[in-house]
């Protein structure tokens, strides 16, 4: 067990199993969502993680990490970090961030995605920013834990979030609040582009027409604008979209090209890059 100072000592409670689950493409990975009773729009996912590295990506949201057990090293904004068991990995909105184990035999956490509106209710405001991606903590950590598990009374779950939310407030950076990358007029003009055209095919000399800059200075520039290359930022608007649909009653495949895969198996794999389950598993967990 990876263990240092200012790390709490974890107790057999304090761990998770999470059993195998034949919807997952591989037994080594597995990843389960649900949301928090109570909160509007806090999600919680539950992962087991041996293989899964996340590509770099980024949330609309704040996304904390609450570690259990083994160790994780990851990227943000281009720095390296590494947490083990007790510690918080906190990933400020749009901060562009990687992560999968880092030695040991799995890593296991519990994710907690919380909107701007849960932050406010907590005390934090909508602007509040991290300077360092994990936090140490054992009051503020064990009281997330608490709120997120499983068995948790709704009540009590919604009063432990809100008050580690705001002691998790004690480590932001109050010299600095978060604000919006820079977005000149070119890159806008392809942002748009291709949140009002992400569920069809077009080419980077597409988008750079309708920026008009040349293709390597359009790749640039909403690498500036969003922390990710076109490509990437396309692929995760499209997971962003194929989620809210999940939410529905349409087929796979339905939602696939709705979303702008070329079919179900490419959105498989995609969403699980992205989001560490496959579309099937999300839509279960987030029905019951």
């Known amino acids: 067990m990876l263990q240092r100072k200012g790390h709490p000592v974890l107790s057999k409670s304090d761990m998770v199993t999470i059993p195998p689950d034949p919807a997952f ?21 539950d992962a087991s993680f041996r293989d899964h590295h996340f590509p770099p990506h980024t949330h609309d949201g ?34 562009v961030h990687t992560g999968g184990r880092c030695g040991g035999e799995r890593l296991v956490y519990t994710g907690i995605y919380a909107p701007h509106s849960i932050l406010a209710r907590a005390g934090l405001g909508g602007g509040a920013w991290f300077a360092d991606g994990v936090v140490m903590d054992p009051q503020c950590w064990r009281l997330l834990l608490r709120a997120t598990a499983p068995d948790a009374d709704p009540l009590a779950g919604q009063e432990d979030l809100l008050e580690g939310l705001f002691l998790l407030g004690r480590h932001s950076d109050s010299k600095r609040m978060l604000t919006e990358r820079p977005c000149p007029a070119s890159a806008a003009r392809a942002i748009d582009y291709v949140h009002a055209r992400f569920a069809e095919a077009f080419t980077l ?26 490509h990437a930022y396309l692929r995760q608007l499209r997971v962003a979209a194929a989620r809210r649909m999940l939410r529905g009653s349409a087929p796979l495949a339905e939602i696939a090209l709705a979303a702008g895969f070329a079919d179900q198996a490419h959105f498989t794999r995609t969403f699980r890059k992205i989001t560490g389950t496959t579309p099937g598993r999300y839509r279960l967990d987030m029905a019951s």
């Open 25 to 45: 493409e591989s037994p080594r990975d597995r990843a389960r969502f649900r949301r928090m009773p109570g909160f509007a729009g806090v999600d919680v996912m």
């Open 62 to 95: 704040l996304m904390l990490g609450i570690m259990r057990e083994g160790a994780m090293r990851f990227m943000r904004e281009g720095r390296a970090n590494t947490i083990g068991p007790g510690g918080i990995t906190v990933i400020n909105p749009g901060d």
């Open 205 to 230: 000399e597409d988008l750079a027409r309708v920026a008009g800059v040349t293709p390597r200075h359009v790749i640039r520039s909403v690498r500036k604008a969003t922390g990710l290359p076109p």
